[in-house]
């Protein structure tokens, strides 16, 4: 299973999270964010991490000409789109994609066919937030043929990560809000608790 963390907004969370394990590190690119990242800030820590890290960026209702400027700038490798986008505009990004939904109970799994996305990120559905509420949905609902190609946000904690890990199986969790000690600012101890737990079940 990959981690990824996101909301980074400094160098120090983005090495410790690269040296402790992390697949990913995630830049918030949307100016309504409490994480919102500048392209400068985000192209200074990109230019540091190793090659082998991912670096993603995540964006809101951006259009198609932004968005492949910035991952250009920022040196990308994947975008996640995490607002209202359709389906058209994930062929028209230079990169893969992605496609972030906010889940309920009522949550119609079947649209996810209708998105070019080889990877699905599933958030726990909020009226007025796209996404960093720090609050888990129930993930007993995600069909099992979907599983292995998804990403679980929204709540994901120490608490919670060794049943993710041995229950659902998805492919990567994504982590941002229960790893602060405020918003775009991480706390070094809880993530290296957090990591101490993902290498152990890693390792089994």
């Known amino acids: 299973m990959k981690v990824k ?3 980074v907004t400094n160098i120090d969370d983005a090495l410790l999270a690269e040296h402790l394990g ?3 590190i995630g830049f918030i690119f949307y100016k309504q964010s409490q994480r919102y990242i500048s392209l400068e800030a985000a192209k200074v820590i990109s230019q540091k ?3 082998f890290t991912l670096k993603v960026g995540v964006f809101v209702n951006e259009t198609e000409d932004e968005i492949n400027r910035i991952a250009k700038e920022v040196k990308l490798n994947l975008i996640q789109l995490h607002g209202e986008e359709k389906p058209e505009l994930i062929a028209r ?3 893969p994609s992605i496609k972030s939904f906010r889940v309920n109970e009522n949550f119609d799994f079947s649209i996810l066919e209708e998105y070019p996305c080889s990877n699905y990120l599933f958030d726990t559905f909020s009226q ?5 509420t720090g609050k888990t949905f129930d993930w007993n609902i995600i069909p099992p043929s979907f599983r292995k190609r998804i990403i679980i946000a929204g709540g994901v904690s120490e608490k919670n990560i060794e049943k993710i890990f041995t229950k659902i199986e998805p492919y990567a969790v994504d982590v941002s809000s229960s790893l602060e000690s405020s918003p775009g600012k991480k706390d070094h101890d809880k993530m290296k608790s957090f990591f101490q737990i993902i290498n152990q079940l890693r390792s089994k």
């Open 5 to 7: 963390i996101c909301g």
């Open 22 to 24: 992390a697949d990913a």
């Open 49 to 51: 991490l190793s090659a």
């Open 93 to 95: 990004l230079f990169l």
């Open 128 to 132: 007025n937030e796209f996404g960093g």
